[in-house]
Nanobody, 117 residues
Framework: QVQLVESGGGLVQAGGSLRLSCAAS??????MGWFRQAPGKEREFVAG????????SYADSVKGRFTISRDNAKNTVYLQMNNLKPEDTGVYYC????????????WGQGTQVTVSS
């Protein structure tokens, strides 16, 4: 089983940028995803990426502002977040997609992102 550790969160003003990292304990060939959970809301999908860096997908709310990428040599997935909005506030998690399903597991502990207006 792979362990995932997120980092890079913080407090930023609206319009600012952050880059989140998700470091895996070993190489994984799985599709990776970023999710977020705002206070009082359910966790929601943000972005996903295939092993080769292809097959990227994004939630409509972040398209054009967020970019997901991965460096398999470093076993790390990134989420570049630009033009942040207060509604992007939440705890951001990464996870691996379970093969042949739409489900994800191996959730990390999350990193807090707070965007002030």
């Amino acid at each position: 089983q792979v362990q995932l550790v997120e980092s890079g969160g913080g407090l930023v003003q609206a319009g600012g940028s952050l880059r989140l990292s998700c470091a895996a304990s070993r190489r994984t060939f799985a599709r990776m995803g970023w999710f977020r959970q705002a206070p009082g809301k359910e966790r929601e999908f943000v972005a996903g990426i295939g092993y080769s860096g292809d097959r990227t997908s994004y939630a409509d709310s972040v398209k054009g502002r967020f970019t997901i990428s991965r460096d398999n040599a470093k076993n790390t997935v990134y989420l570049q977040m630009n033009n942040l909005k207060p509604e992007d506030t939440g705890v951001y998690y990464c996870a691996t997609q379970i093969e042949l399903t739409l489900a994800y597991d191996n959730w990390g502990q999350g990193t807090q992102v707070t965007v002030s207006s």
